[in-house]
């Protein structure tokens, strides 16, 4: 039987999640991987999406007139809403043997039935002749509370249920839901259920799992391994609704790089480290990145005066190749994160006669709490960059280039074309040039990123950073959806794809090996795992040290999940070795 992960997104654009979906689906990568079922729980920004079936007239309004987005999908139906307050779970199993649709849409009728019993709505069931799931069914008054939408493709399935937990009802005055004119649509608040999305998602997700199980043993099958991981849940407002976008990096709202907030000059209602021993070993990280650590659950630190491990202590080296490296970039003005970052391999890797390249400029619109790089407002592209890094790889002359650029949110296609223009630069320059991008998540922006893969890099690297709790606390102004999205169309263009991870920021060793199988179902080929370093007292403080036969453990788990290469150890970054590791994942494509 397939492991069962379970996932709380949080809210995820519809087109990201769908890219997901299609990732996980399809399976990207090594058909001989092993596969996982995988349940995402999350809700999406106001959408409403068209079925197959769908009547377009069923639309009533403009949907960009109330602040809502219009997608057409593959799976049945007619046209549906979702939103904030709606709970959406898109369950991606492989039904075997011989899968009947019906079968499936009961199932899951079935899990919504025992979930919405299980928050205190009971009565709730089947109406006759229509799906999904009604209060008072088979009633005049009957009302639709959960409706479903599936496809099965190839045994797999795509697409699945949104039940209306507390949304904002008007949404679906402006369509004729699902296409039904007799009855209308209700809500677990309409009805007096006052329950937390929280709840309910663990209430669905606890629902799944029982049905599934029980198929599971039906079939024959041993017992479910069920694995869960979630998102951080946001600290409610007053008005009881999710926090969006008011703590995240400030560049993200358009509001310049902030100031530092520590000690007496904190914001008024920031939270507030959990345990005091954090606290004490922050040092001058601000009081907002301590709130979001604690709102994570991470209240142990490594105080500031604590020595390092002996493992943790890099030789430097100074020699004439790195002095000749360091000459070779000054001369041409180019930027290197290995500099940048504090890279602590920068004087083995530059002996070596080899540096990763930073483009778009040397200053990020994001603020993560653990990277160096400046995020002061940046100044505009250059627009002899990519001849200029051009050169610098001829100049090297390097069989293998990794260009890596900072987050340019304040651009329309967050650098996609620099990046791609860069690669183009290279090639001309030099054919037999391998070449590594690593790049951000360009907003999410799936024709963004098109731009970087029609340039055709050998390898696309796009880091995750962290485990899924800690998203929010590590790089506020991402997701992991939404890196996994990224990552999953890369894979599925057919190139190699690869992603790292940072540890020692307070994630457990489940959560890493639960990260990886994320990771590598969505066809990820190559991943780097490596301790983190505080750059500085301001940045997020240690966690824990790993030890080098902790990084040796998660990439024997990395193996075993079906990765083909994992570099990992204390010193390891994203760009280490990045040369062997292509040659490992792809030994004839990387010349």
Known sequence: MNPLRVRWLGTVPYHEAWSLQRALHDRPGD?????????????????????RNAEADHVLVEPSSVGAELVAVDRGGDVTYHGPGQLVAYPIVTLDPSPRTKDYVHLLEDVLIDALRSVGLGGAGRHDGYPGVWVAPNTASARKVAQIGVRVERGRTLHGVALNVAPDMTYFGHIVPCGITDYGVTSLAEEGVD?????????????FVARWGARAAAL???????????????????????LDDADLAPFSRGLGPGERTTGANATVGEARPAAAGAAAAAGGTSVRLLGRLAEAGVTQAVALTDRKPDWMRAPVRHGADVLGVKRTVRDLGLITVCEEAGCPNLSECWSDGTATFMVCGERCTRACGFCLVDTRHPGPLQADEPERVAEAVARMDLSYAVITMVARDDLPDGGAAHVAATVRAIRDRRPGTSVEVLISDLKGDAAALDVVLAAEPDVVNHNVETVARLQRAVRPSAGYARSLALLGRSALAGRTTKSGLVLGLGETADEVTSTLADLAAVGVQIVTIGQYLRPTSHHLPVSRWWTPEDFERFAEVGRSLGLAHVESSPFTRSSYHARGAAEAATPVAVG
Do not use: I
Not at 195 to 207: F, G
């Open 220 to 242: 024959g099958a041993g017992p479910l391994e069920v694995d869960r991981a979630d998102v951080v849940w946001r600290r409610p407002t007053v008005a009881g609704q999710a």
């Open 195 to 207: 329950a937390s999305m929280r709840q309910v998602v663990d209430a669905l997700a606890e629902a």
């Open 31 to 51: 058909p001989g991987a092993p596969t996982d079922d995988h349940l995402l729980l999350l809700e999406h920004p106001h959408t409403y999406t068209l079925g």
